[in-house]
Nanobody, 123 residues
Framework: QVQLVESGGGLVQAGGSLRLSCAAS????????MGWFRQAPGKEREFVAA????????NYADSVKGRFTISRDNIKNTLYLQMNSLKPEDTAVYYC????????????????WGQGTQVTVSS
């Protein structure tokens, strides 16, 4: 089992940047593929980005490609999401998730979730 705690959210103006972190504890972090998802008010949770166990393979939602970067540090047991050129439509609660299998864009396939961190982008 792994426990996940997100941090780094906040209020930022459009065009600004934020870096989210997800600290993992429990079972070996490197055993899990990791993903970032987000959920805006009144909308379903959607995929943002995912990364393989070793960090060499990543994939992104089209809406964030070229603006967001997912990375991980398996020594520090931490997952990151660097978000640049933020837009008001990026406003959502952002969640990190762990999967004891290969990375996926399907939230239903993830085993563990953090509590989420709010990101608000003002226009």
């Amino acid at each position: 089992q792994v426990q996940l705690v997100e941090s780094g959210g906040g209020l930022v103006q459009a065009g600004g940047s934020l870096r989210l972190s997800c600290a993992a504890s429990g079972r070996a972090f490197s055993d899990y593929a990791m993903g970032w998802f987000r959920q805006a008010p009144g909308k379903e949770r959607e995929f943002v980005a995912a990364i393989s166990w070793g960090g060499r393979v990543t994939n992104y939602a089209d809406s964030v490609k070229g603006r967001f970067t997912i990375s991980r540090d398996n020594i520090k047991n931490t997952l990151y999401l660097q978000m640049n050129s933020l837009k008001p439509e990026d406003t959502a609660v952002y969640y990190c998730a762990a999967r004891a299998a290969s990375r996926s864009e399907d939230a239903r396939l993830y085993d563990y979730w953090g509590q989420g961190t709010q990101v608000t982008v003002s226009s």
